[in-house]
């Protein structure tokens, strides 16, 4: 009797989309099942692992070592595959009677296609499968036109001029993760217009396969069993969901840049008003960080795509740990000591009366 190999959910999009949001709800729901999971970060910081690792539904410190936790934080998943992973998925085939489900959060940056394709090695074939691979898609960023466009109207101004468009990593990054999309869940649906849903989810139609389902979701919440045992079979049929990267032999990053910076924070307004600040100064995509506020036991969680920040406290500060305030900051020609420079300058500025 053929033994059962591990089903893989490979949840993949665009910087800020809410996967980690949605791993959490998930983890939260487990319903008796036994997940493991593998977290991968760009950037100098673990700050998704930290959020996962404080959920408070056993993904805790240890877990790194007793295999609830896995994360990678030297770079993309699909860049590391012959690395890191692949050491990874060894020690999870080891333990495969006491899993149930793997779950694979790559990082905003990271192609989808070639960590499927991994799959397709003998040492992964034998054990796992990739039940499905799952696209978040931020819809008010779809909506403002950020990181999706009308297809056909890009293919017409390519036409007409080679510097619009064509080089955008930003916009073939996000085709190519809806191509290989086997489920799109259309998130932070609930401040968006019918006509602006209607919009949105033609550009995600735009770029997908032929029945390839659209899952309206806020704040992470879906149903597990919308999200689990699809049973695709991915890794089987990846090499004919044409992407953009097709004829690339390596995947690089080099259009991105990750920095991070240490700030003296006094107030939360304070903070998010400088960094309304450099955004619009600057070629930011991402930030993201924790923030420790004066006389305040609580870390504050500090997250922003593009223009639009949100913050929460989510734990009290460890005694053994530094109360520093830390932010990342991912974006295009990004130079560190000046928006360091720029941060600083505004936090120390004196508040209008």
């Not at 989309?17 to 977290?39: C, D, E, F, P, Y």
């Not at 036991?297 to 109360?323: H, I, K, N």
């Amino acid at each position: 009797m053929q033994t059962r190999k591990i089903p893989a959910t490979i949840v993949t999009g665009f910087l800020g989309s809410g996967k980690t949001t949605l791993l959490r709800h998930l983890l939260a729901n487990a319903q008796g099942r036994r997940i493991a999971v593998i977290v991968n970060e760009f950037g100098e910081l673990g700050i998704d692992g930290e959020l996962l690792r404080g959920c408070g539904i056993g993904c805790d410190e240890n877990g790194e070592e007793n295999g609830q936790l896995y994360e990678l934080a030297n770079g993309c998943l699909c860049c590391t595959v012959q690395e890191e992973f692949a050491p990874v998925m060894e020690q999870l085939a080891k333990r495969r009677d006491q899993i149930d489900h793997l779950i694979i959060e790559t990082s905003g940056l990271a192609l989808p296609k070639p960590l499927v394709q991994a799959f397709q090695w003998p040492a992964l074939r034998n054990t796992f499968t990739v039940d499905a691979v799952v696209t978040v898609v931020d819809a008010p960023a779809v909506a403002a036109g950020d990181f999706a466009d009308d297809p056909v109207a890009v293919d017409a101004q390519r036409r007409a001029d080679d510097n619009l468009d064509h080089d955008s990593p930003l916009h073939e990054l996000f085709e190519d993760q809806l191509a290989t999309a086997d489920l799109v869940i259309v998130h932070k649906t609930d401040g968006l217009t019918a006509e602006e849903l209607v919009g949105v989810e033609a550009a995600i139609r735009a770029e997908t396969l032929p029945g390839v389902k659209l899952v309206h979701a806020q704040h992470g919440r879906i149903d597990m069993g919308v999200l689990l045992g699809l049973e695709r079979a991915v890794e089987d049929q990846i090499d004919q969901r044409k992407t953009h990267h097709d004829e690339e032999e390596d995947h690089d990053h080099d259009a991105f840049d990750s920095v991070q910076v240490t700030l003296d924070v006094t107030s939360r307004e304070g903070l998010l008003a400088a960094l309304q600040g450099v955004v619009a100064r600057h070629e930011i995509y991402r930030a993201k960080g924790f923030v420790a506020l004066p006389g305040v036991a609580m870390r504050l969680v500090v997250q922003g795509v593009g223009t639009r920040f949100d913050s929460y406290f989510d734990r009290p500060w460890r005694a053994d740990e530094a109360r520093k305030s830390r932010l990342v900051l991912i974006g295009s020609e990004l130079n560190a000591a000046v928006l360091q420079a720029e941060l600083s300058e505004a936090l120390a500025a004196p508040v209008a009366a």
